[in-house]
Structures are given as structure tokens and as C-alpha cells.
């Protein structure tokens, strides 16, 4: 069975703050990883994906993600957090047998203070 | 561009009244799901398909129904909307084993 854990359901940072959110997994199989944004009134929209090649994976808006096979996670950062960051990040899984299907974490609402 | 389109961003309903969700992707995709998304629980599957006319129930069937007659349609059915049912409901599509994309979600009240 596979599972995410995502620490902290709300993290605020300040403007130009280095932006760190959790992700801790379990899976049985190689799994393939995912961060998902959403702002709000919005669906989702991939920022990153690890599918076993780099372990570092570059996303979109500067974000980054680094796979630790060793630590069974795969937390997500950004050096410098700016005010369009303020969203909603979602962390998933999938592999296996059912390799479509996706399991998503909790959910993590980023604050960005001025 | 993936483009998943939901028929309704908001919808009001009233409790045992029957109620339709319409998702449409344009890339042809064989898999679409059905989630809800409720604050603090993230996302839960309700149903999926893997091609027409298939689906496979997800972690919360109860309550739900789906169809998909054409590949690129995939509706979920609320035989009795109960208040319980209140919620954001996200459609997603992809090739198989690969990255979901997801439409602009559909805000449920059921009265």
C-alpha cells in the first residue's frame, strides 16, 4: 500500500524567505512522486515530478523537489518566496500494480507575509 | 495544452434531488478520475475509468455513481445528494501511468 504524510498543514514564510514544505511516503514499489499547486477557487496543476531518473527534480515558478529513497521523503523548496507563492501544495504518490492511480497527501497552505 | 473542462464551477442543490457532474478532456486520454476535496482530508478518490465504459470504484464509492459512454466524457452521478456531500469535486484525466491533469474543480452545496 502506498501513503504520504505531509508535515504541517499551514506554513507561513516571509517575502524572499527560503520556502521548505514536507513530504514523507511509503511504497512498496519504485515510486513515482508528485507536487501539485492550487490557488484558490482553482484546480490542480503540477509543479514537479520524480519518475527514477535525476533525484533532483526541477518544477516550475522555481521550485524544486529532492528525492532521498534513504529518508523516505521527498520535500519540496524554493529559495526565495514571493507574494504569487500563497497557494495550497499537495504531495503524491503512485507506482505499482496501479500505477494511474495517484495518492495524494493532505494538503499544505503556504502563507507568504509581506 | 491538456484541457479538462467541468460543467459547473458552483451548483446548489437540494437534499435527495439528483445531480449530474460533466468532465471533458481534449487530449484523448484513457484514464479519468473523480475526487472530492475536502479541507484538511486533501484528496479522495471516488471513481475512476481506464477506458469507455469501464470504472472501478475509488477509496469513497458510497453515494456515487459514474458514467463514460464516450472516451472523452466522464460524468458522476449523485443519486440522492445528502448534505454530506457538500464539497469540491475535481475531475483529473491522463495516459496511463502518467501525470493527471485537472479541471477547474466543481463547488457542490447540497441544502
Known amino acids: 500500500a502506498q501513503s504520504v504524510t505531509q508535515l504541517g498543514s499551514h506554513v507561513s514564510v516571509s517575502e524572499g524567505a527560503l520556502v521548505l514544505l514536507r513530504c514523507n511516503y511509503s511504497s512498496s514499489v519504485p515510486p513515482y512522486l508528485f507536487w501539485y499547486v492550487q490557488y484558490p477557487n482553482q484546480g490542480l496543476q503540477l509543479l514537479l515530478k520524480y519518475t527514477s531518473a535525476a533525484t533532483l527534480v526541477k518544477g516550475i515558478n522555481g521550485f524544486e523537489a529532492e528525492f532521498k529513497k534513504s529518508e523516505t521523503s521527498f520535500h519540496l523548496t524554493k529559495p526565495s518566496a514571493h507574494m504569487s507563492d500563497a497557494a495550497e501544495y499537495f504531495c503524491a504518490v503512485s507506482g505499482g500494480s496501479s500505477a494511474s492511480k495517484i495518492i495524494f497527501g493532505s494538503g499544505t497552505r503556504l502563507s507568504i507575509r509581506p | 495544452d491538456v484541457k479538462v473542462t467541468q460543467s459547473s464551477r458552483y451548483l446548489v442543490k437540494r437534499t435527495g434531488e439528483k445531480v449530474f457532474l460533466e468532465c471533458v478532456q481534449d487530449?484523448?486520454?484513457?484514464?479519468m478520475f473523480w475526487y472530492r476535496q475536502d479541507p484538511g482530508l486533501g484528496l479522495r478518490l471516488i471513481y475512476f475509468?481506464?477506458?469507455?465504459?469501464?470504472?472501478e470504484k475509488g477509496d469513497i464509492p458510497e453515494g456515487y455513481s459514474v458514467s463514460r459512454e464516450k472516451k472523452e466524457r466522464f460524468s458522476l452521478i449523485l443519486e440522492s445528494a445528502s448534505t454530506n456531500q457538500t464539497s469540491m469535486y475535481l475531475c483529473?484525466?491522463?495516459?496511463?501511468?502518467?501525470?493527471?491533469?485537472f479541471g477547474p474543480g466543481t463547488r457542490l452545496t447540497v441544502l
Open positions: 483529473a484525466s491522463s495516459e496511463a501511468g502518467t501525470t493527471q491533469y
Open positions: 487530449m484523448d486520454h484513457e484514464n
Open positions: 475509468s481506464y477506458d469507455v465504459k469501464m470504472k
